[in-house]
């Protein structure tokens, strides 16, 4: 945060000041009292299983110089203790109000997969002409987008603000609060449906990205998917689609492999521009075609774009590829859908081998009553696109085995409930010249396995 104080925080959030001064100056939010950037006003958040207010001491010793309480009413202190009625609440009202003071425009980004590559190729595409900030790591919740903004500063010119959503009216909640002039949707797919019910549910929740859509912004939306290819932006908004079919305003042709990656060509209107990626798999062909979207609205030559976004090679955990010891390792262990599982698949198969195709999958979490069905549908995916080996970690990755063995029995299979087996198993069965995909939800942990590896 930047010229905020302890006056503003009260003004922000309607608090009421138990102790301290207001003229304390702010440059920080934490939520995490063992983590201090330097100037700190700390939010004790209440949830499910801790409260967060019993750690105002520990966030005081690491260098917290105010904090919000929603558990006191008086207070004896020279630091500021700033009263609210809810913290989380007044967390989201401070950053509402710190997005009023910055003048920059932002782009949100939301779907169902792909959020957070599409934002980041976003962001390198931006970056030909422009300052640009984006969210770091994975703070797209109710309680992420608020500190996100307040890292904002006034030498940034633009910002990609990734939206998430894990339940009904969060999405509503955040983009009201970041007030974006862009809006890009990825796609709807069956992320959280286990919270929502169906993919329609996941469309209106999506398009609610919309609450926070400035006048006269633009809702940037994927052609190619079958939900969204003939939705409109809310009235006094433009709508741009984005895809590889004539539906769409930005449009890749001719798209192919060359060396393993994707090459197309980017067509806007008479703009052609042929691109070649530095990242591997069909589906970054979209999210690339999103970025120069997003780009060419905001001022920037296709070209120009295109140019910077060729160079992007990726990050931590998604889709990352190294060489070690011999062997080609894929690291897509971030998270899991069936789309990405199934992009992921792709990018195995289409690395030239020297030696086998290792598929190491663990389970897909919040797929909801379907999840064994969309496991057992990967196993089918597998069956047509062979690889020489299928690991896998988890209950529900069973069904992918099981439908391995009933469509392509010639494929061998392994099954493992934890990592420790798991790990021990592959540091046996692995050999120079294999290529690995390491694919699974985060939460199965797969990655600390992928990172033994490479």
């Given at each position: 945060?930047?010229?905020?104080?302890?006056?503003?925080?009260?003004?922000?959030?309607?608090?009421?000041?138990?102790?301290?001064?207001?003229?304390?100056?702010?440059?920080?939010?934490s939520?995490?009292?063992?983590?201090?950037?330097?100037?700190?006003?700390?939010?004790?958040?209440?949830?499910?299983?801790?409260?967060?207010?019993?750690?105002?001491?520990?966030?005081?010793?690491?260098?917290?110089?105010?904090?919000?309480?929603?558990?006191?009413?008086?207070?004896?202190?020279?630091?500021?203790?700033i009263?609210?009625?809810?913290?989380?609440?007044?967390?989201?009202a401070?950053?509402?109000?710190?997005?009023?003071?910055?003048?920059?425009?932002?782009?949100?980004?939301?779907?169902?997969?792909?959020?957070?590559?599409?934002?980041?190729?976003?962001?390198?595409?931006?970056?030909?002409?422009?300052?640009?900030?984006?969210?770091?790591?994975?703070?797209?919740?109710?309680?992420?987008?608020?500190?996100?903004?307040?890292?904002?500063?006034?030498?940034?010119?633009?910002?990609?603000?990734?939206?998430?959503?894990?339940?009904?009216?969060?999405?509503?909640?955040?983009?009201k609060?970041?007030?974006?002039?862009?809006?890009?949707?990825?796609?709807?797919?069956?992320?959280?449906?286990?919270?929502?019910?169906?993919?329609?549910?996941?469309?209106?929740?999506?398009?609610?990205?919309?609450?926070?859509?400035?006048?006269?912004?633009?809702?940037?939306?994927?052609?190619?998917?079958?939900?969204?290819?003939?939705?409109?932006?809310?009235?006094?908004?433009?709508?741009?689609?984005?895809?590889?079919?004539?539906?769409?305003?930005?449009?890749?042709?001719?798209?192919?492999?060359?060396?393993?990656?994707?090459?197309?060509?980017?067509?806007?209107?008479?703009?052609?521009?042929?691109?070649?990626?530095?990242?591997?798999?069909?589906?970054?062909?979209?999210?690339?075609?999103?970025?120069?979207?997003?780009?060419?609205?905001?001022?920037?030559?296709?070209?120009?774009?295109?140019?910077?976004?060729?160079?992007?090679?990726?990050?931590?955990?998604?889709?990352?590829?190294?060489?070690s010891?011999?062997?080609?390792?894929?690291?897509?262990?971030?998270?899991?859908?069936?789309?990405?599982?199934?992009?992921?698949?792709?990018v195995?198969?289409?690395?030239?081998?020297?030696?086998?195709?290792?598929?190491?999958?663990?389970?897909?979490?919040?797929?909801?009553?379907?999840?064994?069905?969309?496991?057992?549908?990967?196993g089918?995916?597998?069956a047509?696109?062979?690889?020489?080996?299928?690991?896998?970690?988890?209950?529900?990755?069973?069904?992918?085995?099981?439908?391995?063995?009933?469509?392509?029995?010639?494929?061998v299979?392994?099954?493992?409930?934890?990592?420790?087996?798991?790990?021990?198993?592959?540091?046996?069965?692995?050999?120079?010249?294999?290529?690995v995909?390491?694919?699974?939800?985060?939460?199965?942990?797969?990655?600390?396995?992928?990172?033994?590896?490479?």
């Open positions: 945060m930047e010229h905020m104080t302890v006056k503003e925080i009260l003004l922000a959030a309607g608090g009421r000041l138990l102790c301290g001064s207001e003229d304390t100056v702010l440059e920080h939010i939520i995490d009292s063992r983590n201090m950037k330097g100037n700190d006003l700390f939010v004790p958040l209440i949830g499910e299983k801790v409260d967060a207010h019993r750690f105002i001491d520990q966030a005081f010793g690491n260098g917290a110089v105010a904090v919000l309480t929603s558990r006191h009413d008086s207070m004896d202190s020279e630091k500021p203790w009263r609210v009625e809810d913290t989380k609440k007044a967390l989201q401070v950053g509402s109000y710190y997005r009023d003071r910055l003048s920059l425009p932002l782009v949100g980004i939301t779907g169902s997969v792909g959020k957070t590559t599409t934002r980041e190729m976003v962001a390198c595409a931006l970056s030909a002409r422009l300052t640009v900030f984006k969210t770091p790591g994975n703070h797209n919740s109710q309680v992420g987008v608020p500190i996100t903004l307040s890292e904002i500063t006034q030498k940034d010119e633009i910002g990609v603000i990734e939206l998430g959503m894990s339940e009904p009216g969060e999405l509503t909640v955040i983009a609060i970041a007030k974006i002039q862009m809006a890009v949707i990825t796609n709807i797919g069956v992320t959280h449906i286990e919270q929502l019910g169906s993919k329609e549910n996941i469309l209106r929740e999506k398009l609610t990205i919309q609450d926070g859509l400035s006048e006269g912004g633009i809702l940037i939306l994927n052609g190619d998917d079958a939900l969204l290819k003939d939705i409109r932006a809310k009235e006094g908004c433009r709508t741009i689609y984005y895809g590889t079919g004539e539906n769409s305003d930005y449009r890749a042709e001719d798209v192919h492999l060359a060396e393993g990656f994707p090459a197309f060509t980017a067509v806007h209107g008479t703009e052609r521009v042929p691109m070649r990626l530095s990242v591997m798999g069909s589906h970054n062909v979209l999210n690339a075609m999103a970025s120069l979207a997003v780009a060419r609205e905001s001022g920037i030559p296709m070209e120009e774009a295109a140019k910077t976004l060729e160079e992007f090679t990726g990050f931590k955990s998604r889709q990352q590829i190294y060489d010891n011999g062997m080609t390792i894929i690291d897509d262990t971030y998270n899991a859908s069936p789309v990405s599982m199934k992009a992921g698949l792709e195995l198969g289409s690395i030239a081998k020297a030696g086998r195709r290792i598929a190491v999958l663990a389970d897909m979490k919040e797929l909801g009553e379907k999840s064994p069905e969309f496991h057992y549908e990967i089918e995916y597998i047509e696109h062979p690889v020489d080996l299928v690991v896998v970690l988890g209950e529900l990755s069973k069904e992918i085995v099981r439908a391995v063995k009933e469509k392509a029995p010639g494929i299979t392994r099954e493992f409930m934890d990592l420790e087996s798991l790990t021990a198993y592959l540091k046996t069965e692995f050999r120079e010249g294999d290529c995909l390491f694919k699974g939800s985060n939460s199965m942990n797969l990655g600390s396995v992928a990172a033994v590896f490479h």
